[in-house]
Structure formats: structure tokens, C-alpha cells
């Protein structure tokens, strides 16, 4: 399993304390903000508000909290004004971070993020400096307990999917980022319940951390997902599974 499908699992585990602790809703109210100022609140016509609908009502969002966000979004509502902005740089081992962030403040956000690098061993680089490592795919994951391999691959690959793999009981599917809505729509059609569904950064190279190093990037990881700026967190580590239990992340 890949570094990326390692932390994806140990972030959803986490989404239920998130939650609780009001983190997730924060991030979510501010991409559906976001995402409905930009497009419009339509979400027929607007993908990025698409996905972030169906990433709140997967937290279970309230309804009313919701159409609040995207009522400010489009300016029906008065609320705050939140950038999107990209940080780059590297953690413990050059370990390549990818951030994508939504601020109200770019100076505190910047040096916050700095901060955290600088803690974990790593530090913030200039833009530029490691996007070009990354790639936006789509990636759905769904139970492989009541269908076979064979089945949805002839499914996802119909609808322009590029890969499918078998992770224990869960099948991983990558997509083109324009082959996303399509895909995940022909397995939703065929009536296969998903786990889960996004749009994210993949690494087209890892580098492999242990010991010390291991330890360092996991706790920057954390530290930087728990952010309220940081939307979204990538970074190009493998690690063992054996390791990450041993660290308490199994």
C-alpha cells in the first residue's frame, strides 16, 4: 500500500474525532464558502461545490449549516473573506509537502506553516519547488466484499479510470482528474456504495522513511491536518505498515 493510501486510511479513522472536535466542519464550511463564491450555488453547475456537498453530507453536516455556507459564498449572507492559496516545501528525509490552504490572513497562515516544517525537521520552499512531484487524480475507494475485482474494473476502466487496486478488503481506484465525475457516477449508477470519493494530489515518486524520520513526519502531518488553515495536506512518504503500527498509526 502506498504512502498515499496509508495516510488516506489514517485520516478517515481520524474524521469522527475531527468532527466531534468541530476541526472538520471548520474546513468544510470553507471550501463549500469557497467553492459556491467561485461557481456560483448551483451545484449542477459548479464540480468543486459538487464535491464539497458530498464531502459535508459525508461528515453529516447538518442541512442548515450547509446552506449557510454557500448563502455566504454567494454573497446572500455576510461572511468572511477566505484566499486560496498553495504552500510548498519539504519535511524529515526531503520528504516533498504539497499544501492547499483557504485563509483569511496570508501572513499568519505562512508563518504558522512554516513553523510547523521547521519543528518536524523540514522547511518551507519556494513555489514551484515541488508541485511539479504531484499530480491531480481522482480517488475513490469502495468494499470489496460483495463484488469481484473483475467487476469493477470492467466498470471504473469503461469510464476512463487508469488503475484498481486490491488493498484487504477495499478496492482503490485512481482516475484521470477529467475521468473523476465520470467514474465515480458509473459506479454509483451500478449501485456500488463508496467508502469514499475525492479529488487529490498523487506523488509520481516516494521516498521511504523510517525510525526517527518516520516518527518526524507523521506527527508533521498531523500537526499540519489539524491546521484550520490547511484544506488539504500531501506529501510523498512511504512508510512500513509494520513501522506505523509500531508509532501507534495502524
Given amino acids: 500500500m502506498s504512502g498515499h493510501s496509508k495516510w488516506h486510511s489514517i485520516k478517515h479513522k481520524k474524521a469522527a474525532v475531527d468532527a466531534k472536535r468541530g476541526k472538520l466542519f471548520t474546513k468544510l464550511i470553507r471550501e463549500l464558502t469557497v467553492a459556491a463564491r467561485i461557481g456560483g450555488g448551483d451545484p449542477d453547475s459548479n464540480p468543486r461545490l459538487r464535491t464539497a456537498l458530498q464531502s459535508a453530507r459525508g461528515a453529516n453536516m447538518p442541512q442548515e449549516n450547509i446552506k449557510r455556507a454557500i448563502k455566504k ?22 520528504v516533498a509537502v504539497f499544501l492547499e490552504c483557504l485563509t483569511d490572513n496570508r501572513n499568519r497562515t505562512v508563518a504558522e506553516i512554516r513553523h510547523f516544517l521547521a519543528k518536524h525537521g523540514g522547511n518551507l520552499g519556494e513555489a514551484g519547488s515541488v508541485n511539479w512531484m504531484f499530480e491531480r487524480k481522482g480517488f475513490i475507494t469502495l468494499s470489496s466484499g460483495n463484488i469481484s475485482e473483475d467487476e469493477v474494473l470492467d466498470i471504473v476502466l469503461e469510464a476512463g479510470a487508469e488503475d484498481l487496486k486490491s488493498n484487504e478488503d477495499v478496492f482503490e481506484v485512481y482516475t484521470p482528474f477529467e475521468n473523476y465525475e465520470a467514474t465515480k457516477q458509473a459506479l454509483e449508477d451500478s449501485g456500488i456504495a463508496l467508502l469514499t470519493s475525492e479529488l487529490t494530489m498523487i506523488p509520481s515518486t516516494e521516498v521511504k522513511l523510517e525510525g526517527k524520520s518516520a516518527a518526524r513526519m507523521l506527527r508533521l502531518m498531523e500537526s499540519l491536518e489539524d491546521h484550520d488553515d490547511v484544506q488539504h495536506a500531501y506529501a510523498n512518504f512511504d512508510i512500513d505498515e509494520s513501522e506505523m503500527e509500531a508509532l501507534g498509526y495502524a
Fill in 73 to 94: 459564498g454567494t454573497g446572500e449572507l455576510p461572511g468572511q473573506i477566505y484566499e486560496a492559496v498553495t504552500y510548498e516545501g519539504y519535511g524529515p528525509g526531503g
